[in-house]
């Protein structure tokens, strides 16, 4: 048994993780003792093989996961700033950007309620953008080398020190940190070992993902259409099925059902399916020519009540596991992530400066002496109360908005009864009417609805 001691241990090597390993080492500068600057040690620990290439339809490893996300443009740009432009996913798909998303239609089947929003009317260039989630895993495991991946490795047991926690592996070797962070999603159970209890809403429904050819361009639109079996999203994107790639015609789909639904839609011929969508979307982009292959997964509302625990915090799927039905999980992760490097980037800095403050002035030996007795340490603490309790802080109105909203949105727009749907579609119709009332709706599909002063969009329309 090997033992190693690091400032941070992240455990789940998909999106979250990897991303987070890589920002933590490349923008945070701590002061060593021998006067030298370097970032903070990182390891991260994923279950995951990376060398694995072979798709996923069921188990999701975040190195072939066949989903597709759409980021928003806070995301985008907080990505960017991390070193990590999609641009770069250009290269690795014959010089092809992942899509812009410049418009967005809300509909609901049947009814009048409509909305349509256009990205040059509040003068950005696009909502958002639509990435396969395997490429930009795989970009961002490849971005880095400044900190330690061990996978594939499986965590059998946590332990928490009043100064440090001890992560043991499946090899019998020992990590010893000061900040241990989940973003494993939460399917490994190791929240609840740390004390970090779980709420779990079912919501009894199912989603299926897949990817389309339609007989149109899709222009760059994305669809959110609310129909009498659930809601179903429509976001542009070229993939290859059977041989053919779209050219400019594709669509990566999220069709979520009531469970019994979804089953029996999942167990069609190809022909019945494509009947069933193209009944529910319509021929707004014409006919269906092709459909991928499926796959599912059940959809539930999972809240941690708390993010954080002793020298431990979660963050992305581990911290709340949202319906797709606003696009909102994913990058409500990403913006967990952003806000545990800038206080950490923060601490860091407050830490840097109060040592050279230290070595600048003239300590008696009783001074000494007492900074001693006192806890005084030239290392930077990561995992210390103060920035623990400092991101629980600063995810709590952000976290709460975006899961009352989205949960809000679920039980809204999958309901059937009269009232209800005559109350959607009055407020989709009165949203497509009031300026300000859109101009607040692009800013939380945009991710800058809930966000500090000073990182806000810089757009004036926003």
Known sequence: MESAAVDVVIIGGGIVGTVLAKALCENISLKKSEGKNTGLSVALIDAADPKEMAPSHNDFNPFTDTRVIALARRTVNELADVGLSLDDLAKQHNGELPPKIKQIEVSDKGHLGLLNLHSQDYHIDAFGQVVSLSALTRLAANASTAYQHIAPAKVTGVEQHSDHVDVLLDSGDVLTTKLLILAD?????????????????DYHQTAIVFNVHMQMPHENKAYERFT????????????????????GNGFSVVWTLETQAARALMEMDKAS???????????????????????????????????TSHRTVVVGNAAQALHPIAGQGFNLGLRDLSALVCILKRESVLKNAASELSKSQAFTQENAQK???????DHFDAGAFSIIQRYANERKKDRDNTIALTDTLVRTFSNQYFPTVIGRNVSLLALSMMPQAKKTFVKHTTGYGVTPHGNRDNNAAC
């Not at 179903?232 to 050219?247: C, G, M, Q, Y």
């Not at 707004?284 to 999972?302: E, F, M, N, W």
């Open 228 to 247: 009498d079996s659930g809601p179903l999203a429509f976001l542009p994107f070229d993939s290859e099925i059977n041989d053919v790639k779209a050219n």
């Open 273 to 307: 399916f494509v009947k069933a969508l193209q009944h529910a979307f319509g021929y707004r982009q014409g006919k269906i020519l092709r459909v991928s292959d499926t796959a599912s997964y059940p959809l539930a509302l999972t809240k941690a009540q708390q993010v």
């Open 185 to 201: 999603g939460g399917r490994s159970g190791l929240a609840e070992r740390v004390g970090i209890a779980k709420t779990v809403s």
């Open 371 to 377: 900074s001693q007795s006192e806890g005084s340490d």
